[in-house]
């Protein structure tokens, strides 16, 4: 009898502390979404400012040992620095990208675009030859009958475009804070490092400091070895453009970004670009040759950045850095371009470094 009263007195302990576990469980969870979704709207531009703070956190702790310690103060030199050399030419090019979707969806509303004629030798092309001259000479000849045909698929684009000019203002001011967040979360970069050694130690125990050590090297090399060189050179191939007035020069600036991350060779647009100064006839030789030869400079940029931006290879394949940028974009606009390579990146990192390691194993191991 007092083993039976025994036996359902602990089932009842076992289900009240089961009861216990389920609610406080509940609780927690229910917090959890709760802050997820307060914060949410702010996690793209924390996780941009997060990235750039890495990346950037070498030059200034330099800056700030030249200057007394003075940690604030180099923040806040690097921010400002940052918002006019990275921040304004991008509003720029952006805003002339903006200017020529909205002049382009005007032009075909209005019935005022002018397309040259195909030269005969596009029929030629293999496979598309014959249909793209056929809808380009259709263009040439009657534009109106052409986009009165293709009325729905050309009324969903300018939605999608005026969408997109939109968009522009929010990106910049997006990319702007995140400069400032970088800057505070650098100015107190002592005190963030051993809060990030506490949470990884609480992740991943003696791992802890390898971790560490990976997630910060991978940020760094993606950031400023192939992120930092795209957008320098795009930022540079675009003034250029801007300052030439080539058409589309912000449109050219974001493939030229696109293309420097998937690591193509910028030739692919500046040597075109440098045919249609020669051909169009709207430069003299003087401009033509100075336009040809800072272009070629800003294509070619990429071969002598890489060894002072850069102390090692990038160990992500470039397709899983494409991959990252391009879904990026699509989630989350220009911004997301730099999110996505950079934390695909680590993910591929931190995952093949899992893989590569075996039971008792005392180092993580990086994937080559």
């Excluded at 036996?7 to 076992?14: C, F, G, K, R, V």
């Excluded at 990884?200 to 991978?218: M, Q, V, Y």
């Excluded at 006839?281 to 950045?305: H, P, Q, R």
Aim: net charge positive; with cysteine; hydrophobic share 55%.
């Amino acid at each position: 009898m007092n083993g039976r009263v025994r036996t359902e007195a602990e089932y009842e302990e076992l289900s009240t502390r089961l009861l216990d576990v389920l609610i406080r469980a509940g609780l927690i969870l229910i917090m959890v979404v709760l802050c997820y979704r307060i914060f949410s709207p702010f996690i793209s531009m924390m996780a941009w400012a997060v990235i750039l703070a890495v990346a950037i956190y070498p030059l200034h702790q330099s800056l700030a040992r030249r200057i007394g310690a003075k940690q604030g103060l180099a923040a806040t030199l690097i921010a400002v620095l940052g918002a006019v050399v990275i921040v304004v030419p991008t509003a720029l090019l952006l805003s002339s990208l903006g200017d020529s979707v909205r002049e382009l969806v005007q032009g075909a509303q209005n019935n005022t675009l002018q397309v040259p004629e195909p030269r005969p030798g596009v029929a030629d092309w293999p496979l598309v030859g014959d249909r793209i001259y056929g809808v380009w000479s259709r263009a040439s000849s009657d534009l109106p009958a052409l986009v009165q045909s293709m009325q729905p698929k050309i009324g969903e684009l300018a939605r999608s475009a005026l969408r997109f000019v939109a968009g522009i203002g929010g990106q910049i001011l997006l990319f702007l804070a995140s400069f400032i967040i970088a800057g505070i979360i650098m100015a107190f970069g002592q005190e963030g490092s051993r809060s990030s050694e506490a949470i990884f130690a609480r992740l991943f125990g003696p791992r802890a400091g390898e971790f560490i050590k990976l997630c910060t090297s991978t940020i760094r090399a993606v950031a400023q070895g192939v992120i930092g060189i795209a957008l320098i050179q795009a930022i540079a191939i675009g003034l250029i453009l801007l300052i030439a007035g080539v058409p589309l020069a912000g449109g050219l600036a974001v493939i030229a970004l696109v293309m420097g991350i998937a690591q193509i060779p910028l030739l692919l647009i500046v040597v075109p670009v440098i045919a249609y100064l020669w051909m169009s006839g709207n430069y003299g030789t003087g401009a033509a040759i100075v336009y040809s030869i800072v272009l070629l400079l800003a294509g070619i940029a990429d071969n002598f950045l890489k060894p002072l931006l850069l102390g090692r290879g990038v160990d992500a394949p470039m397709p899983v850095i494409l991959l990252g940028a391009l879904g990026g974009m699509a989630s989350n606009g220009i911004i997301g371009l730099f999110i996505g390579a950079t934390l695909l990146a680590l993910g591929y990192q931190l995952f093949m470094s899992w893989v590569a390691r075996r039971p008792g194993d005392s180092a993580v191991n990086t994937a080559g």
